[in-house]
Each structure stands twice: as C-alpha cells, then as structure tokens.
C-alpha cells in the first residue's frame, strides 16, 4: 500500500483498518491443517482494499464473501498462495458494500515441517491467520459504534474470531 499526503479539501473517505483473526491454530509436526473463521458486520460498510496476513508455514489463504444466510459466493475474493507476498484487491467504495449480517469467511492452510506443534503467535516461528484491510463507513464523520468481541478505539476494528 502507498500512502500519499492529500491536498486540502480533496479527501473524499476517511478509510478506517480491519483486522480479523482466527486464534484457533495447531499443526502437529509433519502435519497439514487448516483454520477457518469469518466475521460479520453489524452496520454497513464499503471495503476499499482487502488482502490476508500470515507466517511462513502457510502454504495459503483464502477469503470468501459472505452475503447473510446464503453459502459463501465463489471465487474468492482473495487467494494468497505465498505468506511473503499475499495477494491484495482493491474496490471502489460501493463496489464492495456489506449490509449488516454480511462478512467475511477465510481459511488458512498451513505444513508443519518442524519438530514442535505450531500455534497462534507473534513470532516467525508461530503462526497467524488474519484478513486484513479497509473500509469507509456510511456516514465518514460519524466513530464507528461498539462492535461486540472488536477493539479499535473507533478508529478501526480489530476482531479475533473463532
């Protein structure tokens, strides 16, 4: 991502940041295995950019969109095959509306090919499983409310999952 200084009185949003984990991970060694997780919004929100975040035992993520009660839609929106260079799109806001109960499911793959049992962690060593990105409320002026599970001070979400 580029960051650019805007000129006065061009900004149209005020992008705000996801963050959205899973904790649920364990790969015995020698072992492939998969985490999956999803989130759903409570207010709407227009996603401007999305991609994942992982470690070096991923062998890949995949984030799908999630519209109410029906099966995830397909293709993903998101397929991250390398840890070191995950995959990114980017919409224009509108493009990529959520209306509340809509969200997100993502699943990563992971092969343990160390002597211990890999878990969740801050470490290279340990490992994360998160879809990550951006998004403009409706109303840009307003804070973002209370999400029940998210901390973010209001200016983005941050929301482990199960």
């Known amino acids: 991502v580029n960051f650019h200084k805007a000129r006065k009185r061009h900004v149209q949003h005020h992008a705000r940041s996801f963050q959205l984990g899973s904790l649920r991970i364990a790969v015995p060694p020698g072992e492939t295995r998969a985490t999956t997780a999803e989130w759903r919004t409570p207010f709407a929100m227009n996603l401007v950019w999305l991609s994942t975040h992982s470690h070096k035992h991923t062998t890949s993520v995949d984030v799908e969109l999630l519209r109410g009660a029906a099966p995830p839609a397909s293709p ?10 995950p995959a990114f799109q980017y919409y224009d806001v509108g493009q990529l509306r959520l209306e509340p109960g809509d969200g997100l499911r993502w699943t990563c793959t992971y092969q343990n090919d160390t002597a211990k049992t890999i878990t969740f962690g801050v470490s290279a060593e340990d490992e994360m499983c998160f879809t990550v990105g951006f998004f403009v409320p409706d109303d840009d002026a307003s804070p973002l409310p209370r999400v029940p599970g998210c901390f ?11």
């Open 76 to 85: 993903p929106l998101v397929e991250t095959r390398s840890y070191s260079e």
């Open 152 to 162: 973010g001070s209001g200016l983005g979400l941050v929301c482990p999952a199960n």
